[in-house]
């Protein structure tokens, strides 16, 4: 994908995961959300087994399967629909996907820095903290901007 479109890309989907920021503080119910609307609709393991066209001891295993992350996005997918509900799946990041870029190119950007002091420091050009901030600034946005394909091979 070219440099422009990662950019837009990364702002436009920005811009839609900023619509479920309130799920990232959301925590599932204990027993699992299949067990909390199946009680919450007062409909025995028995029913929903009927609806999924499956035996009751299996309705028990999925609703101990869910809370550990042992069913499939296909099964849940059957069970909310047996349910009547819609099945959401999504990676919403902790912030921003333009923070969190920038955040990778700063780690980056650092070690460039360190690699670059150090050989001028053995050349006695060691650059003043202006230097320093002013080249951090401009790696930064570059990397950010052209999010290079190496950009993700040192972990922050």
């Not at 119910?29 to 087994?49: C, D, F, N, T, Y």
């Amino acid at each position: 994908m070219k440099t422009k479109h990662k950019q837009i890309a990364r702002r436009q989907l920005d811009i839609t995961l900023d619509k479920l920021a309130e799920v990232r503080s959301m925590k599932p119910p204990p027993k699992g959300w299949i067990r909390a609307v199946r009680e919450a609709l007062g409909m025995s393991g028995k029913q929903l087994a009927g609806r999924l066209q499956v035996s009751q001891p299996r309705v028990f295993k999925l609703e101990q399967g869910e809370p550990s992350g042992a069913l499939t996005l296909k099964t849940m997918r059957q069970v909310a629909e047996a349910l009547d509900c819609v099945f959401v799946y999504a990676l919403v990041p902790r912030s921003t996907l333009e923070e969190t870029v920038r955040t990778q190119a700063r780690v980056v950007a650092g070690e460039r820095l360190q690699r670059v002091s150090h050989t001028m420091l053995l050349e006695a050009q060691g650059l003043s903290m202006k230097e320093q901030q002013a080249f951090l600034d401009d790696v930064i946005e570059e990397l950010a901007r052209e999010t290079p394909k190496d950009l993700w091979d040192i972990k922050s």
